[in-house]
C-alpha cells in the first residue's frame, strides 16, 4: 500500500510538472517574441521552451500517437497472477457487472469534458493518480481504480476469457453504474444508460442480456416517464436506485440519506415498479438492510434483489467483529420476505476490509475462498439455493481478482453442493429472478 502511494505521489508531481510545462511553454513563447532582438536571451528562452515541450511529450500516453496505451495500473497488477476455471462445465450467467467509459459517458462526474479529454491523453499512471486526491475514493475503491480505465464490452469479454481457460458464461445482466445526460428532464437523465447497454449487446450478443438501469424513485409519480421508456426496451427487467448510506465521510454512498426506503416520495415511485413489471435491485450497507426489509414486505408484488450480500461494512471506522453479528440479525430478517433475492459478489470491493486490493500481488481463489466462506455460506443457509444469485461485480470486484480467480472462488465455496444447487446459483435463479426463465 505504502509503495502504491508513494507512486501516486510521484504520478501527481508528473501532473504538476506537466501543467507548469505548457504554461512555461506558452510564457517562453510569449517572452521570445517580445525579447526576439537579444539573442543570448532569445537562445535561453528557445531552449527552455524545447526541455518543456519534451517533459510535456514525456506525460503524454503512446495512444495520443497512435500507439497501444500503457497500462493501467490495476492492468499491470493483474498480469502478475491468473487461473484455469475449476469446474468449467457449469455454465454462469453472471448477474452482474458494469461497462462505462468516462471519455464518451455522461457519468455526471464534477469535471468538464474538455478536462477529461485532457486527462485521458496522460499516462494512465497519471490519470491514475490524478483521480485519487480524494481520500474518500481511494478508501472505497483502492488505490488502483477501476473507475478510470475505459470498460465495455471488448473488456469484459477479455476478463471473461482471462488465458482462454475461463468459465463457461452464458449470458449477462448489465446492472447501472452512474450516468446523468446534462440538460434534460430529472428523471430522464439515467436513460441512455440503457441505450447504451443495449447497443453493447448488439455488438456482442452474448452478453447484456438483462439491463438494470437506473430510475431516481424519489421524484416519486415524476419518475414514471422514465419507467415508460424503459418499458420499450426488451431488455430492461428491472431498476436499480441505492439506499446505501453512511456517516463515515471516507465511505462512498449512493443518492439517498439514511431514511430514503422510508420516505413516502421514494415509495411512491417504488409503487410504480409493479405496473411495468420490474424487479428493484439495490445495492446498501448492511445498516439500510432492515429499511429494505420494510420496503420488500410493503410491496410483496414486486420482486426485489439486494446486491452484493448486503454489504457488511468493515473498513474506516466499522469493525467487521461488531458489524457482522448486525448485519446477521438484519439478513435473516430479510430472509422472511419470500419475494427477495440476494446476489452473492461484491465481496472483491473495500467495503468489507479484506484488504486483497493492497497486496503486491493477486490472490490465489484459494485465499479468497477461505475468506469468503462463512459470508457466502451463511446467505445460503439463511436464504436458500432457490434465493441466491452468483454474481462477479466486474470490474469492481477487479480491484482484488481476476474474472476467472473470482468465480474460481465462489465455485470452491459450494463445491459440496449438488450438481442441481449449483446450477441455480450459478445460472437459473439469475434467469429467473429477471424473468428469462419461468418460476
Same mark, same amino acid.
Given at each position: 500500500?505504502?509503495?502504491?502511494?508513494?507512486?501516486?505521489?510521484?504520478?501527481?508531481?508528473?501532473?504538476?510538472?506537466?501543467?507548469?510545462?505548457?504554461?512555461?511553454?506558452?510564457?517562453?513563447? #510569449? =517572452?521570445?517574441?517580445?525579447?526576439?532582438?537579444?539573442?543570448?536571451?532569445?537562445?535561453?528562452?528557445?531552449? !527552455? +521552451? %524545447?526541455?518543456?515541450?519534451?517533459?510535456?511529450?514525456?506525460?503524454?500516453?503512446?495512444?495520443?500517437?497512435?500507439?497501444?496505451?500503457?497500462?493501467?495500473?490495476?492492468?499491470?497488477?493483474?498480469?502478475?497472477?491468473?487461473?484455469?476455471?475449476?469446474?468449467?462445465?457449469?455454465?454462469?450467467?453472471?448477474?452482474?457487472?458494469?461497462?462505462?467509459?468516462?471519455?464518451?459517458?455522461?457519468?455526471?462526474?464534477?469535471?468538464?469534458?474538455?478536462?477529461?479529454?485532457?486527462?485521458?491523453?496522460?499516462?494512465?499512471?497519471?490519470?491514475?493518480?490524478?483521480?485519487?486526491?480524494?481520500?474518500?475514493?481511494?478508501?472505497?475503491?483502492?488505490?488502483?481504480?477501476?473507475?478510470?480505465?475505459?470498460?465495455?464490452?471488448?473488456?469484459?469479454?477479455?476478463?471473461?476469457?482471462?488465458?482462454?481457460?475461463?468459465?463457461?458464461?452464458? #449470458? =449477462?445482466?448489465?446492472?447501472?453504474?452512474?450516468?446523468?445526460?446534462?440538460?434534460?428532464?430529472?428523471?430522464? !437523465? +439515467? %436513460?441512455?444508460?440503457?441505450?447504451?447497454?443495449?447497443?453493447?449487446?448488439?455488438?456482442?450478443?452474448?452478453?447484456?442480456?438483462?439491463?438494470?438501469?437506473?430510475?431516481?424513485?424519489?421524484?416519486?409519480?415524476?419518475?414514471?416517464?422514465?419507467?415508460?421508456?424503459?418499458?420499450?426496451?426488451?431488455?430492461?427487467?428491472?431498476?436499480?436506485?441505492?439506499?446505501?448510506?453512511?456517516?463515515?465521510?471516507?465511505?462512498?454512498?449512493?443518492?439517498?440519506?439514511?431514511?430514503?426506503?422510508?420516505?413516502?416520495?421514494?415509495?411512491?415511485?417504488?409503487?410504480?415498479?409493479?405496473?411495468?413489471?420490474?424487479?428493484?435491485?439495490?445495492?446498501?450497507?448492511?445498516?439500510?438492510?432492515?429499511?429494505?426489509?420494510?420496503?420488500?414486505?410493503?410491496?410483496?408484488?414486486?420482486?426485489?434483489?439486494?446486491?452484493?450480500?448486503?454489504?457488511?461494512?468493515?473498513?474506516?471506522?466499522?469493525?467487521?467483529?461488531?458489524?457482522?453479528?448486525?448485519?446477521?440479525?438484519?439478513?435473516?430478517?430479510?430472509?422472511?420476505?419470500?419475494?427477495?433475492?440476494?446476489?452473492?459478489?461484491?465481496?472483491?470491493?473495500?467495503?468489507?476490509?479484506?484488504?486483497?486490493?493492497?497486496?503486491?500481488?493477486?490472490?490465489?481463489?484459494?485465499?479468497?475462498?477461505?475468506?469468503?466462506?462463512?459470508?457466502?455460506?451463511?446467505?445460503?443457509?439463511?436464504?436458500?439455493?432457490?434465493?441466491?444469485?452468483?454474481?462477479?461485480?466486474?470490474?469492481?470486484?477487479?480491484?482484488?481478482?481476476?474474472?476467472?480467480?473470482?468465480?474460481?472462488?465462489?465455485?470452491?465455496?459450494?463445491?459440496?453442493?449438488?450438481?442441481?444447487?449449483?446450477?441455480?446459483?450459478?445460472?437459473?435463479?439469475?434467469?429467473?429472478?429477471?424473468?428469462?426463465?419461468?418460476?
Amino acid at each position: 500500500s505504502s509503495r502504491v502511494q508513494k507512486s501516486t505521489k510521484r504520478c501527481c508531481a508528473e501532473v504538476m510538472e506537466s501543467v507548469a510545462t505548457v504554461v512555461g511553454t506558452l510564457v517562453a513563447s #510569449g =517572452t521570445y517574441s517580445a525579447t526576439s532582438r537579444h539573442r543570448l536571451l532569445s537562445a535561453l528562452i528557445a531552449g !527552455a +521552451s %524545447v526541455a518543456t515541450l519534451v517533459k510535456l511529450f514525456r506525460s503524454l500516453s503512446r495512444s495520443v500517437f497512435g500507439l497501444k496505451r500503457e497500462p493501467f495500473p490495476l492492468e499491470e497488477w493483474h498480469t502478475q497472477y491468473e487461473e484455469d476455471a475449476v469446474d468449467p462445465d457449469i455454465a454462469i450467467f453472471d448477474a452482474h457487472h458494469h461497462l462505462w467509459d468516462p471519455r464518451i459517458h455522461d457519468k455526471g462526474w464534477p469535471v468538464h469534458p474538455f478536462m477529461l479529454k485532457v486527462l485521458y491523453m496522460l499516462k494512465p499512471s497519471i490519470s491514475n493518480g490524478m483521480m485519487m486526491q480524494d481520500p474518500k475514493i481511494t478508501n472505497s475503491f483502492g488505490l488502483r481504480l477501476p473507475v478510470v480505465i475505459p470498460y465495455m464490452g471488448a473488456e469484459l469479454l477479455a476478463d471473461i476469457k482471462g488465458n482462454g481457460r475461463g468459465h463457461k458464461v452464458v #449470458g =449477462t445482466a448489465y446492472i447501472e453504474c452512474g450516468w446523468k445526460t446534462p440538460g434534460v428532464e430529472e428523471c430522464m !437523465a +439515467s %436513460v441512455r444508460e440503457a441505450d447504451m447497454a443495449a447497443e453493447v449487446n448488439q455488438q456482442y450478443p452474448n452478453i447484456c442480456n438483462v439491463i438494470i438501469p437506473h430510475a431516481d424513485l424519489r421524484l416519486g409519480s415524476a419518475v414514471e416517464p422514465a419507467l415508460q421508456y424503459y418499458s420499450k426496451i426488451p431488455l430492461v427487467k428491472g431498476i436499480r436506485h441505492a439506499l446505501a448510506w453512511s456517516a463515515d465521510p471516507l465511505i462512498c454512498c449512493g443518492p439517498c440519506d439514511q431514511n430514503t426506503a422510508y420516505d413516502p416520495k421514494f415509495r411512491e415511485g417504488f409503487a410504480l415498479l409493479s405496473k411495468y413489471g420490474f424487479s428493484y435491485d439495490c445495492w446498501l450497507f448492511h445498516e439500510q438492510v432492515d429499511g429494505l426489509a420494510d420496503l420488500a414486505s410493503s410491496f410483496p408484488d414486486t420482486t426485489v434483489i439486494c446486491d452484493h450480500i448486503g454489504f457488511p461494512l468493515g473498513l474506516s471506522s466499522y469493525r467487521m467483529e461488531e458489524t457482522l453479528p448486525k448485519w446477521k440479525a438484519s439478513m435473516q430478517a430479510l430472509a422472511k420476505c419470500p419475494n427477495v433475492f440476494v446476489k452473492i459478489g461484491g465481496l472483491g470491493m473495500r467495503f468489507a476490509g479484506f484488504g486483497f486490493d493492497e497486496r503486491p500481488a493477486p490472490p490465489s481463489s484459494d485465499e479468497l475462498a477461505e475468506v469468503w466462506r462463512p459470508f457466502v455460506l451463511f446467505v445460503v443457509e439463511t436464504f436458500g439455493v432457490d434465493r441466491c444469485i452468483m454474481e462477479s461485480n466486474f470490474a469492481m470486484d477487479k480491484v482484488s481478482c481476476s474474472y476467472t480467480v473470482l468465480f474460481n472462488a465462489l465455485k470452491k465455496v459450494v463445491r459440496s453442493y449438488t450438481q442441481e444447487d449449483k446450477r441455480k446459483l450459478f445460472e437459473l435463479n439469475a434467469k429467473r429472478a429477471y424473468r428469462i426463465l419461468a418460476s
